[in-house]
């Protein structure tokens, strides 16, 4: 797999189909980014909304 990194948005999930492999940044132009509660409060409720499982 041959992902460029975009060295704009730093990511160690490699889960991700878009994560770049080789070291901890996505691959994609763009990310959007979103969360899963109603008043979020912490990093953790902050969810990457481009995240594609492998
Ligand atoms: S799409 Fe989101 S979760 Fe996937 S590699 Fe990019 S930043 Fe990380």
Known sequence: MHHEANKCIGCSVTQCSHHCG??????????????????????QCTDCKS???K
Do not use: A, R, W
Request: hydrophobic share 20%; charged share 30%.
């Open 22 to 43: 080789s070291e901890n940044y996505c691959s994609l132009n763009k990310i959007q980014v979103g969360t899963h509660e109603s008043d979020p409060s912490m990093d």
């Open 51 to 53: 995240f594609d499982k």
